[in-house]
Structures are given as structure tokens and as C-alpha cells.
């Protein structure tokens, strides 16, 4: 199967680097309250909350924090949030796709606008790039899950469509629709993934050189700084050379 992305591992790593983030824990606990408010606040009934936990947990949000992000819920408070997805170019026009939660429809389109203009890149209309992305169920294992090969195994058992390896772990791929389903098959024979979700996964990659690399991650990062800002997703690759000096 295909390597995977050399960015995804440096935002895996990252991940765990900036764990302890408020900023971060902020955006998990929205994430809860707003699964749980759209259905039921018991996880094991609602699958968007037990992926949302699921993520929350696998960056080391304290279990307090994710109780009270689903009991707002129960007791109706908290803001009411609007899904909006905002799309445009990057530096070296790298397609960038943008997944906000707002409760001020305004702000965070200006917002955004903004961040690209300052940072190289523009925002374009609903549409634009995101035909060069396909909505998928992501389920991550760590190395110790098993070899490529077993684990490619389990994933076409469990109805996955693609799994991508390296010695970050394993990346296995489904439809968006199936992602519920899939995460339980692989849990049943692999044991519980580090993190299962739905995804923007790029149908071709861009390799950037170090320079429109730290072009790109200055916008990424600007972009991921925002308070309403939950995800960004960009269709680039770069090279162990240059993933070493970023």
C-alpha cells in the first residue's frame, strides 16, 4: 500500500507534544458537547461522542473535562455551534480545506479570510478544492499492533479499503459511513486503536520543498490557532530531508 503522508507523522507527533494544550482540550470538549447534544449523551449510542471521546482520550484530556463537556449537554448549555467548512490555496497552491464550529457565522468567515490573506494564501468559494479530497473514516494503531501485514489483514476483514504503514504505525482508511462498524471489527482482532475518525484524505499529494514548507506550516499553524477553527486538512507532502528541519 501507499507510504504514508511524511506531514501526517510530524502531526502525530505534534499532537502528543502539545497535548497538554488549553487551546486544544478546548476544541476536543466542543467536539463532545456538540455530538452529544446532536444525539444521545451516552457514547456507546451515539457514535459521533464515543469518536469524539475517543480522540479526547487519545491526547490525554482529563476524564473530568470530558464529563462535564457531555453533562453541558445534558443540561442544554453551552453555545449552539454552526459546522462550517471554509476551502482555498496555500502557498506553492497547496489545497487547504478548513472545518470550523462557530457561533458567529461572521466572525469566523472573516476570520479565516483573513489568516489566509496574511499568509500567502486565498480563500476560494464552497467547492473549490474540496473535489480533491474524498470523505473518509480514518483508524489509527500504534507499530506495536502488528506487522504491515497482519494488520492489512484484519483491515480487509473488518471492510476497511486501504491501510497505509510506516514505523509511525498504521493508517487504515474506510468509507465514511462505515467508520462505526470498522473501528469495532479491527478493535475485536486488533485490540483498541489509538484514534478513529472521519477525514478529509487527499487523492494526490503536492511535494513542497523547505521553504513553501514553512510557508505552509506558518499558515496551518495561524489557521489551527483560531478558537474556531476544530481541523485543517492540506493536500502536501514533504521529504524526510525536510520534515528533519521543520
Known amino acids: 500500500m501507499a507510504g504514508h503522508s511524511k506531514w501526517a507523522n510530524i502531526q502525530h507527533r505534534k499532537g502528543r507534544q502539545d497535548a497538554a494544550r488549553s487551546k486544544l482540550f478546548s476544541k476536543l470538549a466542543k467536539e463532545i458537547t456538540v455530538a452529544a447534544k446532536m444525539g444521545d449523551p451516552d457514547p456507546d ?5 464515543r469518536l469524539a471521546v475517543k480522540e479526547a482520550k487519545s491526547v490525554s484530556v482529563p476524564k ?3 464529563d462535564r463537556a457531555i453533562k453541558k449537554s445534558i443540561a442544554g448549555e453551552g453555545d449552539n455551534y454552526d459546522e462550517i467548512r471554509y476551502e482555498g490555496y496555500g502557498p506553492a497552491g497547496v489545497a ?37 479530497f474524498d470523505r ?3 483508524i489509527v494503531y500504534k507499530p506495536a499492533a502488528g506487522d504491515a501485514d497482519t494488520v492489512l489483514m484484519a483491515a480487509i476483514e473488518a471492510g476497511a479499503e486501504d491501510v497505509e504503514s510506516d514505523e509511525e504505525g498504521h493508517w487504515i482508511y474506510c468509507a465514511d459511513t462505515d467508520l462505526h462498524e470498522v473501528s ?7 485490540g483498541e486503536s489509538e484514534t478513529a475518525k472521519l477525514v478529509w484524505k487527499p487523492q494526490t499529494r503536492t511535494d513542497l520543498g523547505l521553504e513553501e514548507a514553512q510557508k505552509l506550516m506558518k499558515l496551518i499553524e495561524a489557521l489551527e490557532d483560531d478558537d474556531d477553527v476544530q481541523n485543517v486538512t492540506a493536500n502536501f507532502d514533504i521529504s524526510e530531508e525536510v520534515a528533519s528541519q521543520l
Open 136 to 138: 473518509k473514516g480514518e
Open 45 to 49: 449510542k451515539n457514535p459521533r461522542l
Open 64 to 66: 473530568d473535562v470530558i
Open 96 to 132: 487547504v480545506l478548513v472545518e470550523t464550529m462557530t457561533d458567529n457565522r461572521n466572525r469566523t468567515a472573516s476570520n479565516v479570510r483573513s489568516i489566509f490573506g496574511k499568509n500567502g494564501g486565498n480563500m476560494g468559494e464552497t467547492g473549490s478544492v474540496s473535489f480533491m
Open 184 to 190: 469495532n471489527a479491527l478493535e475485536a482482532s486488533l
